[in-house]
């Protein structure tokens, strides 16, 4: 499920990255605009590194990860979105400028190869890591809808 996310996660960034280079492109802005957005941007970005932090710390502590892994990972992946945006970095700290992923058993999620154009569909991959499961009993009862509470 990881890899799934991990993907989807690079696609979008792949597609924003390349959408606001070509509208900055096309339609330039003032210096000083210019100057605004990038700040406007950085802030956005150091926002939601802040906020996926919080969100990898709870949800991947369950399975052992150490928050300083999810920390140190976070912020190299905030930095590679404000690179594939053409921003300069918002945490400029040695430690989050690495080349390659900072998080060693990561690599086994990493989407490199997607950068070099080898891309695969969905459907094209091999499960590994799937159980095959049976529904029961998958009749609704009507009645109990009532009970229900959205």
């Known amino acids: 499920m990881i890899r799934y996310i991990h993907k989807d996660e690079f696609q979008h960034t792949y597609l924003n990255g390349h959408t606001h280079r070509a509208v900055l492109t096309d339609y330039p802005l003032s210096p000083e605009a210019m100057e605004k957005h990038v700040e406007w941007s950085l802030n956005f970005i ?3 590194v802040k906020r996926e932090i919080a ?3 709870d949800l991947f502590s369950t399975i052992g990860v150490r928050p300083s892994e999810i ?3 976070i912020h190299w ?3 590679i979105r404000c690179q594939s945006l053409g921003l ?3 945490f ?3 430690k989050f400028k690495a080349n390659e992923n900072p998080i060693p058993w990561m690599k086994a999620y990493d989407d490199s190869r997607l950068d070099a154009g080898q891309k695969m ?3 094209e ?3 590994t890591q799937y159980t095959k499961s049976a529904a029961k009993n998958t009749q609704i009862d009507k009645s109990a809808r009532k009970k229900l509470k959205f």
């Open 46 to 48: 150091r926002e939601n």
């Open 55 to 57: 969100y990898g710390v």
């Open 71 to 73: 920390d140190t990972y």
């Open 77 to 79: 992946l905030g930095n």
């Open 88 to 90: 300069p970095l918002a």
């Open 92 to 94: 400029p700290d040695d």
């Open 121 to 123: 569909d969905f459907f």
């Open 125 to 127: 991959t091999n499960n």
